[in-house]
């Protein structure tokens, strides 16, 4: 187990669990790495010590992650589905989803992008979406 000290953009401090140093690699880059404050993934690791524990909690701690990690992996999996079986209509989607509900192009699987509003939109119209687990986002905005 490696704990880092991690800062977020607007400077929220907190601790990251990590298996080792490449796991919070690859969380950090996917964008899976999010402040528990304000949700950014533009997380970065504070330059300071990380360090090993081999503590009481570490089972506990280990049970949690990987936990953390199922839950990830099924997103992920989720996500695979639906870009291998779904067309992406990008931000498109709550446009096409209003065609294909009335007719106006073929039914297919589709994904895309929404806002909040998109959806209320198109469930009072009757059409139903299914929110997907977030992916990865660009990280500069
Ligand atoms: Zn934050």
């Known amino acids: 187990m490696i704990v880092f000290d991690l800062v977020c ?10 298996k080792n140093a490449s796991d919070f690699e690859s969380q950090q880059t ?9 949700g950014t993934d533009n997380v970065i690791k504070v330059p300071s010590v990380s360090h090993i524990n081999f503590g009481k909690k570490e089972k506990q701690l280990a049970e949690l992650i990987e936990i953390q990690q199922n ?3 099924l997103s ?6 639906v870009t291998n079986n779904f067309e ?3 931000e498109e989607f709550a446009e096409v989803s209003k065609k294909m509900h009335y007719g106006e192009e073929d039914e297919r699987n ?3 992008s929404a806002t909040l509003e998109d959806a209320l939109e198109l ?3 009757g059409i139903d ?3 997907l687990p977030s992916t990865k986002k660009d990280k500069l905005n």
């Open 88 to 90: 992406d209509v990008g």
């Open 9 to 18: 953009e607007f400077d929220h401090e907190f601790e990251g669990w990590f």
């Open 76 to 81: 992920n999996k989720i996500t695979e589905y």
């Open 30 to 38: 996917t964008g899976l790495l999010t402040c528990p404050m304000c």
């Open 71 to 73: 839950a990830e992996t």
């Open 123 to 125: 469930h009072e119209e």
């Open 110 to 112: 589709i994904f895309g």
């Open 129 to 131: 979406v299914i929110p």
